[in-house]
């Protein structure tokens, strides 16, 4: 986890974007996301998180997940990529040439039967926001995977759409940007923001609230 001091020396950002929300504020969050087609699951750590992620996902299931900190913070990267229970996409990705292999790569990461990761926002009135420097993740969410399970923090949940992107751009950027430095010598950008208002295909979409500030 980068050191939130790096980015928000005062802890104003931290205090508005990275507290967990309050029991009401999960609730009418909770409501308004089944409202909005998605099922949603609460759990009360990172620990119970991690299992009911898990259990959602039949062994030797295929499985892509996008670059999480939410993710790598609960075991559930380690889980999917060395436990042996699942077929990994990420590493096949990862193994496969940049120049020579692009289309393949391409349609590996597009349409997985299982696409996990989570989001920037989630907002009272039931909708999702993702923000990406490539995009990679955008479109399994959006509709290429056959079943998305995006594990979110409360400390995520805003308002309204609004108070989402500046959510994003105030802070989770900033936290972002910060670990691709350190991880890999580049900056960050929000080049590419998925706002998911509705999913039409019932069963699709699994969200799991954790009461725990996780991830960016």
């Known amino acids: 986890?980068?050191?939130e001091v790096e980015v928000d020396p005062d802890g104003s950002l931290t205090r508005r974007w990275g507290t967990k929300a309050?029991?009401?504020?999960?609730?009418?969050?909770?409501?308004?996301?089944?409202?909005n087609g998605m099922v949603v699951l609460r759990a009360s750590d990172a620990a119970a998180a991690k299992q009911m992620v898990?259990?959602?996902?039949?062994?030797?299931?295929?499985?892509?997940?996008?670059?999480?900190?939410t993710l790598d913070v609960l075991g559930i990267t380690q889980e999917i990529e060395k436990s042996g229970r699942y077929t990994p996409l990420r590493p096949r990705i990862w193994s496969m040439d940049r120049e020579t292999e692009a289309d393949e790569i391409r349609r590996v990461g597009a349409a997985p039967d299982f696409m996990l990761g989570s989001v920037h926002?989630?907002?009272?009135?039931?909708?999702l926001l993702a923000a990406s420097m490539s995009g990679s993740q955008l479109g399994p969410y959006a509709s290429g995977a056959?079943?998305?399970?995006?594990?979110?923090?409360?400390?995520?949940?805003?308002?309204?759409i609004?108070?989402?992107?500046?959510?994003?751009?105030?802070?989770?950027?900033?936290?972002?940007?910060?670990?691709?430095?350190a991880a890999y010598g580049i900056h960050s950008s929000v080049n590419k923001v998925l706002i998911i208002?509705?999913?039409?295909?019932?069963?699709?979409?699994?969200?799991?609230?954790?009461d725990e500030a996780l991830g960016f």
């Open 146 to 160: 056959g079943r998305v399970i995006l594990v979110i923090g409360t400390q995520k949940i805003v308002r309204d």
């Open 121 to 127: 926002a989630v907002t009272e009135t039931g909708s």
């Open 22 to 35: 309050d029991d009401v504020r999960v609730k009418r969050t909770m409501a308004a996301l089944e409202a």
């Open 162 to 181: 609004e108070e989402g992107l500046l959510r994003i751009n105030e802070y989770a950027y900033r936290l972002e940007d910060a670990r691709a430095q």
């Open 54 to 69: 898990l259990d959602l996902i039949p062994d030797d299931s295929p499985v892509h997940q996008g670059a999480s900190q």
């Open 1 to 3: 986890m980068i050191k």
């Open 197 to 210: 208002n509705r999913e039409i295909t019932p069963g699709r979409i699994t969200v799991v609230l954790v």
